[in-house]
């Protein structure tokens, strides 16, 4: 398929000549400012100030410009659309769809700051914790059929089949960091008998992950990010917001929840070998596990109110499985981050390569842990001391 990639002066003409955002008298000023690895991201400022946002996805992929379809647009903004009803105020406000350009027009956020970022530089927004578990709950539970129509989540389902994103995620993270069958993979120097032993000869490890992997590919509970990482969340003292919505699907809502955990957990493993101050990582840590059941509970009790579904025993049970997926999830976005190819800055910006080689270390044995055991930990503290034990042991 052919490129429709507009270029700066392409999409100012564009923004200006289609939509009444600006004033036309004023000049405007068309900056890229994405790095990641699939769409591409544009900052448009007009003289006066006023300053929108643009994605626009290409035919090819932005990283390996391989194709890809851009259907990952359309999904990405009627995900946000849904999303706001829930969490109107963590959703960047949406301006303008074109179909045939595969591209949005959003609110600039540039006001709050990359979470990644914030979190190696060890600042931790007191809202935080709350924030993230209560989009997770407000997200995940209404778009369940315990709450949508039944008729109408499965057009949701067949809507949201995306099945190219999809794609990469069962290989980047269920398949390559245990079978690196693409030759895709990137071991640290001085790692490599180390993954062999822990990964590409575990069988019972592997077993582990292929459930969880049939699950991700099999189990259409509710609309997921996809890709909840601590990239995609900005955060101020105020507020949060969660951008880069094309991976959606329905998939386990466990998968999300473990997204968040994990990349939390990478800057607290920085932070511990790095021997920084890791208090308030380890404390964001626990309370968005702890908060985030505590409010799918709550949002259960709020949402689901059919006389069928809304069973105190069947309500323990189900958001029990939840956590225990959002454990296992956990795991796996851990350990791909280590070996596959999409790292982490967290970790591959820890300079000294001993100090680089023990967290990727400390990352695959707790991620190890946490997966096979993910029944039997049911709280952020749990969370905690696993990798706190693991640190000890190196
Ligand atoms: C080719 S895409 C690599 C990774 O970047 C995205 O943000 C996803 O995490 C994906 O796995
Ligand atoms: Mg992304």
């Known amino acids: 398929m052919k490129s429709k990639l507009l270029n700066k002066n392409e999409l100012s003409d564009y923004l200006l000549n289609n939509l009444q955002l600006f004033d036309k ?6 900056k890229e400012i994405g790095d990641g690895n699939i769409n ?3 900052r448009i400022r007009s003289e006066n100030g006023r300053s929108f946002v643009v994605k626009q996805s290409d035919t090819l992929l932005r990283s390996s410009m391989r194709p890809l379809s851009t259907k990952r647009s359309r999904l990405e903004y009627e995900s946000m659309k849904l999303k706001s009803k829930f969490v109107p105020d963590m959703i960047p406000e949406l301006f303008h769809y074109d179909e045939k350009l595969s591209l949005i027009v959003m609110e600039d956020i540039g006001s709050f700051c990359n979470l990644r970022e914030l979190l190696i530089d060890g600042t931790v927004h ?9 989009f997770l709950a407000y997200t995940l539970i209404p778009m369940t059929d315990l709450v949508m129509n039944r008729t109408e989540k499965k057009e949701k389902v067949g809507f949201f089949l995306n099945p190219e994103l999809c794609d990469i995620s069962e290989d980047l993270v269920f398949t390559e960091p245990y079978h690196d069958y693409k030759g895709r993979n990137i071991i640290t120097e001085g790692n490599e ?11 019972e490890l592997k077993a582990h992950v292929l459930y969880l992997k049939d699950r991700f590919m099999n189990y259409a509970q509710t609309l997921l990010h996809g890709d909840l990482h601590t990239g995609s969340i900005f955060s101020s003292e105020d507020g ?12 386990p809502a466990g998968y999300d929840i473990g997204n968040v955990l994990a990349n939390i957990t990478f800057s607290l493993i920085r932070k511990m070998v790095l021997k ?17 059941e505590k409010k799918l509970k709550l949002v259960f009790d709020e949402y689901v109110n059919d006389k069928f579904s809304s069973n105190k025993c069947f309500k323990d049970k189900y958001i ?10 956990m795991g796996t976005e851990l350990i791909r981050r280590i070996v596959g190819d999409a790292k982490v800055i967290d970790i591959t910006k820890i300079s000294d390569i001993n100090c680089r080689i023990k967290a990727e270390r400390i990352v695959i044995d707790s991620a190890i842990y946490l997966i096979m055991n993910r029944e039997n930990i049911k709280s952020g503290m749990r969370i ?7 640190y000890g042991e190196y």
């Open 40 to 42: 591409y991201v544009f």
């Open 384 to 390: 905690f001391n696993v990798i706190e034990k693991v």
């Open 193 to 203: 008998e180390f993954v062999a032993n822990r990964l590409y000869n575990n069988d």
């Open 240 to 251: 949060m917001k969660v951008i880069d919505h094309e991976f959606a699907f329905y998939g």
């Open 276 to 292: 920084e101050e890791y208090n308030a990582i380890k404390e964001f840590l626990i309370s968005t596990f702890d908060l985030t």
């Open 25 to 30: 008298t004023l000049k405007i000023d068309v």
């Open 126 to 134: 007191s809202h935080l914790a709350s924030s993230i578990s209560s």
């Open 320 to 329: 029990e499985s939840i956590m225990s997926d959002s454990i296992g999830y």
